[in-house]
């Protein structure tokens, strides 16, 4: 993987790259929609491309895994070609998935026993599985096995969490240097940075990863109920360590304002269930604010959902029948709202890039921040 | 509304023929997508137009009558503007809702009582409020408010019922006849021809709709559960009576194999939530017969849905990876299996219309009333 930096903005740390991947190059900042099973959920793959214009999205390794499972991906030829996405992709590593799976995992330097949230079969991931996984679903990108820290975190669980993510990398890292693609073209890797929200831990943990120097670092364990000072102060911290000549990826984050501040910091890449999911309970993310499309005063609102909208849908639907939809549960009220999130949301990273490009980023983003978290 | 019969069928009685309506002209013999409450469940308007290549689609009175409920579509200016699709729109008269809504609902001569499936609510529905609501909602072609008998019926009430459907009729053309439109478009009406599968009463009801002299006629009451051969009989017996030059429409109707035997018989227009509806749980109707894409059969076939489909999803996708999506119940399962099976029936329908143009409509028929019906 190649990553250019294209511009660099002097008032923040923001930078505009260019990565190139097997399957495209990407333009960053990116917002990458997740595709958990295979699927952007309620989005046609042609409509990621011409109207939501990802440039590229993720994938789950752990909901893979189960289900189709990786004998027919890897039949198919990879997740690319089962789901036909012939964009750059991302897979996660399961870390987050299986951690999530309360009473139903166990944790050991070997890796992770864990039974299935569908039908309780028991499986185990460790750095080396996850490693072969990720080879077969064939993302362009893929992830460090990690243990993602909850919060709050005592520090003596960080601090043990966070070597055992270490000494993991050490054997993702072997594994992924001694085997190959099993497609036609090159998949690269990323190690993540945990340490919860201690700044010694961080701190180490991101010399740590500098000190692989891979092609890609990923921030990991933010996003997951800190405050988002600490969000910002941890992410701050870390990516004055990590090379500034590679892409910097903050997993999970986040909301608009989350993205903008975390692109002022140095950050290029980020994913999010947020805009995807929230969109399918009618919560639509503007230039102007937030709108719950089911609450009452939108009822004999006949005015476009969002006229600024990259979405057609969204400049061609009214707000009255967007909640119609969502009040009578049908699933085109989740197609017309996923869309429009999504749309959102990769316009908000564009534009960053944009304003990066023409040193205006910093006062646009301050207005912006302030005008995205309004509740309309 | 104009209605040209452009071709005959010389074995058959089948017919090729143009109607004219405000918001456009259809290509007969022609298959109605159901849109229940403003919105054919999955399916983005544009892709009602591009994709599936829909002329006209169908509304339901009592559905919308609740939600959005007619002050905000009379604000909107009608359905058309409401939903955003600025094509041919047909409205039934929720008779066959209400009818169905077995134990909360009082049928008598003067209308019916009702309450709402949502909250208990109570309305009435009486021919003339019908044409009040049908007259709001603004679709081009509004139905008669008629009683729909279950099948099995016993004679006496089958015959009372068609009476009272009848009043019922000369109720609504004079309401129909004695108001306007509300927006700048002219609507069309259809009487129904009820019956159930009696001959004498079937012979009755059409005699009495012929003599209406509407623009177009309407056979209500089949498709209900009666033996296949009884729905045609009656649709031959009843097409025998109609007005050969005027449009017929033989509701709720059904199978591919049901539609281009009717089509046979001189029917020209369809609705049937079957494709829309079969196609959310996986079964999709293509020419070679009905695939049923849970089956474990299709897990690990990686040829493309139906390679013949209209719809580009059905082309470039493969069974696996729909079948994954229904496994993993996945929103664009729905969403492809819609396009699908909409598609499907739309071409099913075209392809009808371009052999009775070509005059070799009986064989193909023939040919294809076995293919469509087999299990795969």
Known sequence: ??????????????????????????????????????????????????????????????????????????????????????????????????????????????????????????????????????????????????????????????????????????????????????YDYEQSFSPIVQGSTFRDLRKESAEFIASQEQEMNAIGGLSVGEPHNDMYAMTELVCSILPKDKPRYLMGVGLPENILESIALGIDMFDCVLPSRNARHGVLYTKEGIINIKNAKWKEDLTPIDINSTAPTSRIHTKAYLRHLFKVEELLAGQIATLHNLSFFLWLVTESRQKIIEGTFYQWKNDMVKSVSQRL
């Open 1 to 182: 993987m190649k990553f250019k930096i294209q511009h660099t903005d002097v008032l923040t740390s923001a930078r505009a790259g260019e990565m190139e991947t097997a399957h495209g190059n990407i333009y960053t900042p990116i917002f990458m929609p997740v595709g958990t099973q295979g699927t952007v959920k309620g989005v046609h793959q042609h409509e990621l491309r011409e109207i939501i214009k990802a440039q590229i999205i993720l994938g789950n390794t752990y909901h893979l895994y189960l289900r189709p499972g990786t004998d027919i991906l890897q039949k198919a030829g990879g997740l690319h070609k089962f789901m036909n996405w012939d964009g750059p992709l991302l897979t996660d590593s399961g870390g987050y998935q299986v951690y999530s799976l309360k009473g139903m995992r166990k944790i050991t330097d070997d890796g992770v026993k864990f039974q299935s949230h569908i039908d309780g079969s028991k499986h185990f991931f460790s750095p080396e599985t996850v490693m072969d996984i990720q080879r077969i679903i064939g993302a362009d990108i893929i992830m460090a096995f990690d243990e993602c820290t909850p919060y709050p975190c005592e520090y003596a669980y960080a601090k043990n969490s966070m070597f055992m993510t270490h000494r993991w990398l050490s054997r993702c890292i072997y594994k992924f240097d001694n085997s190959d693609s099993l």
